[in-house]
């Protein structure tokens, strides 16, 4: 019975909720104390388990150790595993051999998650020769498991290296200038990595290395650990261990030492610390539902979330687009802000800056490359011919948005003016990134005559496309992403003017249901990408919002949102929706030598879903926002100032 509990509380900080922790952690810990209670006084190492089962490992880890020769933990292994299990930092003092490489590769392997694809274990050796021997150890140990060991020393190539970067890599073993170079250009990130093993420390602690150790240091997260190990004890590790290594537990392995076998052992430890850090580890994990804190907003979309990018490039949107609110144009095609304003709000952040209208602008918290008429697939038009899209699609804002990240930083490091006006390097990781495109990937065939069937046939490829940018987002930093579904396309006025459907295929709010299907089936597999890429980017909360579900409810139920007219242009020129193509909101005609206004807006803005045919209005943003801020509309069903956190 003992086994089983025990392997269940260590399973269970791993994949088990936090109720069921309360129900039995009481039980399971006093089985523990009363299992492993020992005096004060008596031989630590007695505590020691003499079997590697008695480290409750993982089943693959176990095979793979029982493969490689082992039968029974070694007497290095047997009192640095369970140690270095719990978190603590160790200076251990042992000979040179297999034996000491598995007593490191063992914990290291045993506390990766293999399903984070990040650096977790660093080992750093002196040689290569060193470096492969370990690595190789460490791949037969974890030949069962799916955690991927890669060496890098000076004599590896370096262009090799960074391209294997790009994968994922669990456990890294190299000597310290290579990992310090690769870590320098940007391609080797350890803030995830919890554990550092230093292996022959004495020779790594040599002027040679030290300074490139230390530098290094400074890349890890606060909690790491570190386990040293070496078969000297020289000054310079005493200072090292004295400077970097917490409380740590010393152990002598050595021939020379009688006690308990050769066996001294310094320091205090039973297995009950293990079952209560792993107990006191679960219990942490209720902090995430704490609310986020994003200092940053980083928007990425077309029209329906574009602050000001395309008027910056090809002119202002002129009046009477931002007369509700702004009272002047504001660069967004709408009467007043948009959703990606309402987000601003929300989080307490200033509405985004356009990042092409660079002029008085401030992006200390944040920039948008959203430029209307932007598409996730690159389109082969211009902006002047018919139903012509922006040269800025999904990978240029892409590009944009790198350039900016790094420009910034070089920048921001001058001082002065730079340090207000530009974001904080932390603050990328930190950010929440918005996305809010795909409506134009949709039309764009619409405007080529192409069928709803042959639209369907390219959105897998448009979203192959999206996929591949939020994971350049994220090896570039970013970690929260909130990410729009396209919006009902069949109820949009230019869409139902320019593209007719017959009667039968139109649907009780009036919207044309071909239309709509495809944005529907554009939606579907659009959310499966978002699943895909929640496997494959481990450490990413990636929040999928259905705006189509939000906006369609203001259009088939206007009276209950507080609106009047669902489906006609607030602001446009005739027709049976108020809208034509040729004649858009604010335009002007010459008329006996005068111009005239002929693209006027409605008188009340705030009872009209759709502003000028394509976009929505102030009030109608407003309320999509107050429909999806709660999480009501999110999947996971996340709250927008929680959406840092992959579950609640």
Same mark, same amino acid.
């Given at each position: 019975?003992?086994?089983?509990?025990?392997?269940?509380?260590?399973?269970?900080?791993?994949?088990?909720?936090?109720?069921?922790?309360?129900?039995?952690?009481?039980?399971?810990?006093?089985?523990?104390?009363?299992?492993? +209670?020992?005096?004060?006084?008596?031989?630590?190492?007695?505590?020691?388990?003499? &079997?590697?089962?008695?480290?409750?490992?993982?089943? *693959?880890?176990?095979?793979?150790?029982?493969?490689?020769?082992? @039968?029974?933990?070694?007497?290095?292994?047997?009192?640095?595993?369970?140690?270095?299990?719990?978190? +603590?930092?160790?200076?251990?003092?042992?000979?040179?051999?297999?034996?000491?490489?598995?007593?490191?590769?063992?914990?290291?392997?045993?506390?990766?998650?293999?399903?984070?694809?990040?650096?977790?274990?660093?080992?750093?050796?002196?040689?290569?020769?060193?470096?492969?021997? #370990?690595?190789?150890?460490?791949? @037969?140990?974890?030949?069962?498991?799916?955690?991927?060991?890669?060496? =890098?020393?000076?004599?590896?190539?370096?262009?090799?290296?960074?391209?294997?970067?790009?994968?994922?890599?669990?456990?890294?073993?190299?000597?310290?200038?290579?990992?310090?170079?690769?870590?320098?250009?940007?391609?080797?990130?350890?803030?995830? /990595?919890?554990?550092?093993?230093?292996?022959?420390?004495?020779?790594?602690?040599?002027?040679?290395?030290?300074?490139?150790? &230390?530098?290094?240091?400074?890349?890890?997260?606060?909690?790491? %650990?570190?386990?040293?190990?070496?078969?000297?004890?020289?000054?310079?590790?005493?200072?090292?261990?004295?400077?970097?290594?917490?409380?740590?537990?010393?152990?002598?392995? #050595?021939?020379?030492?009688?006690?308990?076998?050769?066996?001294?052992?310094?320091?205090?430890?039973?297995?009950?610390?293990?079952?209560?850090?792993?107990?006191?580890?679960?219990?942490?994990?209720?902090?995430? +539902?704490?609310?986020?804190?994003?200092?940053?907003?980083?928007?990425?979309?077309?029209?329906?979330?574009?602050?000001?990018?395309?008027?910056?490039?090809?002119?202002?949107?002129?009046?009477?687009?931002? &007369?509700?609110?702004?009272?002047?144009?504001?660069?967004?095609y709408c009467d007043g802000r948009l959703i990606v304003d309402f987000i601003a709000k929300?989080?307490?952040?200033?509405?985004?800056?356009?990042?092409?209208?660079?002029?008085?602008?401030?992006?200390?918290?944040?920039?948008?490359?959203?430029?209307?008429?932007?598409?996730?697939?690159?389109?082969?038009? =211009?902006?002047?011919?018919?139903?012509?899209?922006?040269?800025?699609?999904?990978? !240029?804002?892409?590009?944009?948005?790198?350039?900016?990240?790094?420009?910034?930083?070089?920048?921001?490091?001058?001082?002065?003016?730079?340090?207000?006006?530009?974001?904080?390097? *932390?603050?990328?990781?930190?950010?929440?990134?918005?996305?809010?495109?795909?409506?134009?990937?949709?039309?764009?065939?619409?405007?080529?005559?192409?069928? #709803?069937?042959?639209?369907?046939?390219?959105?897998?490829?448009?979203?192959? %496309?999206?996929?591949?940018?939020?994971?350049?987002?994220?090896?570039?930093?970013?970690?929260?992403?909130?990410?729009?579904?396209?919006?009902?396309?069949?109820?949009?006025?230019?869409?139902?003017?320019?593209?007719?459907?017959?009667?039968?295929?139109?649907?009780?709010?009036?919207?044309?249901?071909?239309?709509?299907?495809?944005?529907?089936?554009?939606?579907?597999?659009?959310?499966?990408?978002?699943?895909?890429?929640?496997? @494959?980017?481990?450490?990413?909360?990636?929040?999928?919002?259905?705006?189509?579900?939000?906006?369609?409810?203001?259009?088939?139920?206007?009276?209950?949102?507080?609106?009047?007219?669902?489906?006609?242009?607030? /602001?446009?020129?005739?027709?049976?929706?108020?809208?034509?193509?040729?004649?858009?909101?604010?335009?002007?005609?010459?008329?006996?030598?005068? @111009?005239?206004?002929?693209?006027?807006?409605?008188?009340?803005?705030?009872?009209?879903?759709?502003?000028?045919? !394509?976009?929505?209005?102030?009030?109608?943003?407003?309320?999509?926002? *107050? %429909?999806?801020?709660?999480?009501?509309?999110?999947?996971?069903?996340?709250?927008?100032?929680?959406?840092?956190?992959?579950?609640?």
């Amino acid at each position: 019975m003992f086994f089983h509990c025990t392997f269940f509380l260590r399973r269970y900080t791993r994949f088990s909720a936090f109720f069921v922790l309360a129900s039995v952690a009481g039980s399971i810990l006093v089985s523990l104390l009363q299992r492993f +209670s020992t005096p004060l006084d008596a031989d630590v190492t007695v505590t020691k388990g003499n &079997e590697f089962e008695d480290y409750y490992l993982k089943r *693959e880890l176990l095979m793979g150790i029982y493969e490689k020769g082992f @039968e029974r933990p070694s007497p290095i292994q047997k009192e640095s595993i369970p140690i270095a299990l719990t978190g +603590s930092d160790i200076l251990a003092r042992a000979n040179k051999g297999t034996d000491k490489i598995a007593a490191f590769c063992i914990p290291g392997l045993e506390k990766i998650d293999q399903d984070n694809n990040v650096i977790q274990v660093v080992i750093l050796v002196p040689t290569t020769e060193l470096a492969l021997q #370990t690595s190789q150890v460490c791949r @037969e140990l974890g030949k069962h498991l799916k955690i991927q060991v890669m060496v =890098t020393t000076g004599v590896t190539s370096l262009t090799h290296d960074i391209i294997r970067l790009y994968q994922p890599v669990h456990l890294l073993v190299g000597t310290p200038g290579r990992v310090l170079d690769l870590v320098k250009k940007g391609v080797c990130i350890l803030k995830y /990595c919890s554990m550092l093993v230093m292996d022959e420390a004495d020779k790594l602690l040599s002027p040679v290395f030290q300074p490139s150790i &230390e530098q290094l240091i400074q890349f890890l997260p606060e909690s790491r %650990q570190i386990l040293m190990f070496s078969a000297t004890f020289p000054v310079n590790v005493k200072d090292f261990k004295d400077r970097y290594l917490r409380k740590p537990y010393v152990i002598n392995i #050595t021939d020379e030492l009688t006690l308990k076998g050769g066996v001294g052992v310094y320091g205090s430890f039973d297995m009950v610390d293990l079952a209560v850090a792993q107990a006191v580890n679960t219990l942490n994990s209720v902090s995430a +539902s704490k609310q986020c804190h994003f200092p940053a907003i980083f928007n990425f979309g077309d029209s329906n979330s574009d602050t000001g990018g395309l008027s910056a490039a090809f002119g202002q949107a002129g009046p009477p687009h931002g &007369e509700s609110f702004f009272h002047h144009p504001a660069g967004r095609y709408c009467d007043g802000r948009l959703i990606v304003d309402f987000i601003a709000k929300k989080l307490g952040l200033p509405y985004l800056n356009a990042f092409l209208d660079s002029v008085g602008s401030n992006y200390s918290h944040g920039a948008n490359f959203a430029t209307a008429g932007s598409t996730i697939r690159p389109q082969n038009t =211009t902006l002047h011919q018919t139903g012509g899209f922006s040269p800025f699609s999904l990978d !240029v804002q892409f590009n944009q948005f790198s350039d900016f990240q790094r420009r910034t930083q070089f920048f921001r490091n001058k001082g002065g003016v730079y340090k207000t006006l530009l974001p904080k390097a *932390e603050y990328f990781s930190q950010a929440l990134y918005t996305f809010d495109i795909g409506q134009n990937d949709l039309a764009s065939g619409y405007f080529h005559n192409m069928s #709803t069937d042959q639209v369907k046939a390219y959105v897998p490829d448009v979203l192959a %496309q999206f996929k591949n940018v939020i994971k350049y987002v994220y090896n570039h930093g970013g970690r929260s992403f909130w990410v729009h579904n396209t919006g009902p396309v069949g109820c949009l006025p230019y869409i139902m003017d320019l593209h007719p459907v017959k009667r039968s295929l139109v649907d009780e709010a009036g919207c044309a249901t071909p239309y709509n299907d495809v944005a529907k089936f554009f939606n579907r597999e659009l959310k499966k990408v978002v699943v895909q890429l929640r496997k @494959e980017l481990p450490l990413a909360a990636i929040t999928y919002v259905d705006v189509y579900a939000a906006k369609y409810s203001l259009i088939s139920h206007p009276k209950k949102h507080g609106f009047e007219e669902p489906l006609r242009a607030c /602001c446009g020129h005739g027709g049976k929706y108020n809208y034509n193509l040729h004649i858009g909101c604010g335009a002007k005609i010459k008329h006996g030598g005068k @111009e005239i206004l002929v693209g006027k807006p409605c008188r009340d803005p705030s009872v009209w879903v759709n502003w000028d045919g !394509v976009h929505y209005t102030e009030a109608a943003n407003k309320r999509v926002l *107050e %429909q999806i801020v709660d999480g009501a509309f999110s999947d996971p069903p996340i709250p927008l100032n929680m959406a840092c956190h992959r579950n609640l």
